[in-house]
């Protein structure tokens, strides 16, 4: 049987330094492990603008529908800014996400416990938080018609809709039921059914859905008290279900509850492929972090994390997730930190390929 395959996009300013730490990882899982992946690397972003004048190129694009999974690093950066809309680096994610049809969207928020101090909540909030968002990614407000600023009267208005059909909905549900059977089978919906259909719909859908998942114990809840809980009592909650724009919002608070940009990792799921691996898209949550770029200070954690969703839930390899997660866990409670998580407690502070070098050694001692 052939390796699983990776298409690993590293794109622009951070991304590749990040990336280059995820490669040295997936290295080390076919060299200790016996895990072998078959992986391919491609431009994507303004690295793909500057060598075939488009953010992804279509053998790019016909690439990443054919393999296991994709990671990709961070696109843009100020040399695009002035580009054409239409060939700006943030539109070859856009066609990787819309083409691979990626309707759910995992944020998780885990707090590692080395790093608690350095959220805005009180430590014992935070203190073991482990979360997850399921934002539903390709429909919404974000793409409902009709759409745009027109002239009314003597004035203009400005429109976008929110729809959602029951399909997209269930799919979306479904995901996120799947994910709390694998989790701790809890599961909150948020939507605002008090004051939109849209919500009312989703609400009923979920609801439905959930007669097939009866090990679940089901909420729900209206995103506003949904913003206010995850501040108040992050804890109560296991995994969340929200659209496209609630999920945008609550995904950034309840992410940022775990202290800094560089620790955020991301996976978008599609529908099952023929091997029955769904098709994937993991990256970190930060940009291309311009400011840092080419000074070895960029935190690879959060596109390591990636790649251990990627074993997580494209490649049933949950043991070895935590596995990767645990080594992290260790090297933080050692004291290692990027400029990024440097605080005045006395920790050592690392270099991208540094804190590579630390997690490679825990994961070495973990044998
Ligand atoms: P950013 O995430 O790149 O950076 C925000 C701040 O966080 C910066 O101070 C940066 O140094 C810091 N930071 C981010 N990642 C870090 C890491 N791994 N380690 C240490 N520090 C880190 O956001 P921005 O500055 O708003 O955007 C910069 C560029 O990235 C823009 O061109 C933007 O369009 C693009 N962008 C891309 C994505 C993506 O590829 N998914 C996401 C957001 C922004």
């Not at 399909?167 to 809890?186: T, Y």
């Not at 090990?215 to 008290?225: G, I, K, Q």
């Not at 596995?323 to 050592?348: F, K, N, Q, S, W």
């Amino acid at each position: 049987m052939s390796n699983p395959s990776i298409l690993i996009l590293p794109g622009d300013g951070i991304g590749p330094e990040v990336m280059a730490q995820v490669t040295r990882i997936i290295d080390w899982y076919g060299n200790k492990r016996e895990l072998a992946f078959d992986v391919s690397t491609d431009l994507v972003g303004g690295a793909a603008y500057d060598a075939h004048g488009v953010p992804l190129h279509d053998d790019t694009m016909a690439r990443a529908m054919e393999v296991d999974a994709v990671l990709l690093g961070a696109v843009g950066g100020p040399k695009y800014d002035d580009l054409d809309f239409s060939v700006k680096p943030e539109r070859g994610l856009l066609r990787l996400r819309k083409e691979m049809d990626l309707f759910s969207n995992l944020r998780p928020a885990q707090c590692f416990d080395a790093l608690a101090d350095f959220s805005s909540l009180k430590k014992d909030i935070v203190a073991g938080l482990d979360i997850m968002i399921v934002r539903e990614l390709t429909s919404g407000v974000y793409f409902g018609e009709p759409r745009g600023i027109f002239n009314e009267g003597n004035e203009r208005v400005g429109i976008n809709t929110q729809r959602y059909t029951e399909s997209e909905i269930e799919r979306v549900a479904r995901s996120a039921f799947d994910l709390a059977m694998a989790r701790g089978k809890k599961l909150c919906s948020m939507e605002k059914a008090n004051v939109m259909e849209s919500g009312v719909l989703w609400r009923e859908v979920v609801t439905r859905v959930h007669a097939d998942y009866p090990e679940v114990e089901l909420s729900h809840m209206y995103a506003d008290n949904g913003a206010m809980q995850l501040v108040r009592a992050p804890k109560q909650f296991d995994v969340i279900v929200t659209d496209n724009l609630f999920g945008d919002i609550l995904s950034d608070v309840a992410a940022m509850l775990t202290g800094s940009l560089g620790m955020l990792p991301s996976a978008s799921l599609g529908a099952p492929m023929d091997n029955g691996r769904p098709r994937a898209m993991y990256e970190p949550v930060h940009g291309s972090a311009p400011d840092i770029t080419g000074q070895s200070k960029a935190n690879p954690i959060a596109c390591i994390l990636s790649f251990a969703m990627a074993l997580r839930y494209s490649f049933d390899q949950g043991a070895e997730a935590d596995r990767l997660e645990a080594a992290i866990e260790t090297v933080l409670a050692d004291g290692l930190r990027t400029a990024d998580l440097l605080g005045d407690d006395g920790a050592t502070p690392v270099s991208t390929s540094g804190m590579g070098d630390a997690i490679l050694a825990a994961l070495d001692a973990s044998l």
